[in-house]
């Protein structure tokens, strides 16, 4: 019955900007961390950034200073604010939750043009 769906994905130009929704089932503090991964095609799927429930944050070396993860409680969304993109940020966006299991969106498609 966990169910996250991300939107937000699309094509934009390097040095622009898009904000990834990732909305869940039930309060967001059902979950110890939410967060974003990545997979480009060939690479394995890595880390962005994760939000707790006490709202501490962590990012990925590669998006510090482009990356902002944030929440919404009462809308109980995640959100992943990317700015200055680059066309290595081109993936596949997954958003996840944990408690005492993993759950994971269907992914949501960033292009990031030259």
């Known amino acids: 019955q966990v169910q996250l769906v991300e939107s937000g994905g699309g094509l934009v130009q390097a040095g622009g900007s898009l904000r990834l929704s990732c909305a869940t089932s039930?309060?967001?503090?059902?979950?110890?961390?939410m967060g974003w991964r990545r997979q480009a095609p060939g690479k394995q799927r890595e880390f962005v950034a994760v939000?707790?429930?006490?709202?501490?944050?962590n990012y990925a070396d590669s998006v510090k200073g482009r990356f902002t993860i944030s929440r919404d409680n009462a809308k109980n969304t995640v959100y992943l604010q990317m700015d200055s993109l680059k066309p290595e940020d081109t993936a596949v966006y997954y958003c996840y939750a944990s408690n005492v299991a993993d759950y994971w969106g269907q992914g949501t498609q960033v292009t990031v043009s030259s």
């Open positions: 939000i707790s429930n006490a709202g501490r944050t």
């Open positions: 039930g309060s967001i503090f059902s979950f110890r961390v």
